[in-house]
């Protein structure tokens, strides 16, 4: 077996595990954690399972890291610059859905608090678009704050499929954006 194979088959499987954690642990789908007898500790399992399949996405863009000529770099980085745009605008448009709709039982959502939130991530698309370096960490440290502060606030509040799929979306942008941002300092694309 190759090393590129190898590496295929390993990103393979930490996605099937993190799928798994993160499909079954989360209410209120018919498997959750009370019905197959985990408890209370499904969040660990799904932030467990974020980890697995951002391992997996990282895996896979290190065994693509085969030496590109100059226009595949370039075009490496618009993938990932709009691959982050289009993950900052699905976070905007959720967490601005969720303003106005309490989707998430046992959580008020509708409110100033999460158009806000929206916004920010509208805003980010456009750094993300101006491209500039300082620009992107501005949207990682947004991004990770809210991933935090929702895993933090989770103590009273539910665990809901939304909320693991939106932090899947966040925890994604940041990992583009830290891939453009090293591939930027390294010399290898341009700004387009």
Known sequence: MTGQRRALALIFALAV????????????????????????????????????????????????????????????????????????????????????????????????????????YVAGAIMILYGKRLLYTLVIFYSAALVLTYAASRDGLPVESIGLFTKTIEALLIASLWFLIRSERNGTTSRV
């Not at 890291?65 to 448009?93: D, F, K, T």
Request: hydrophobic residues 55%.
């Open 17 to 120: 595990v993190g799928l798994y954690f993160v499909i079954f642990h989360t209410d209120p789908l018919p498997l959750n954690h009370e019905s197959i007898g985990l408890g209370k500790e499904h969040v660990a399992h799904t932030v467990f399972g974020i980890v697995l399949l951002t391992a997996a996405g990282y895996l896979w863009y290190r065994s693509e890291a085969v030496p590109l000529r100059r226009e595949s770099m370039v075009r490496q980085s618009v993938v990932l610059r709009i691959s982050a745009i289009v993950l900052s605008l699905m976070a905007a448009a959720i967490h601005l859905v969720l303003s106005l709709v309490n989707l998430i039982p046992g959580e008020i959502t509708a409110g100033p608090v999460f158009a806000a939130l929206g916004v920010g």
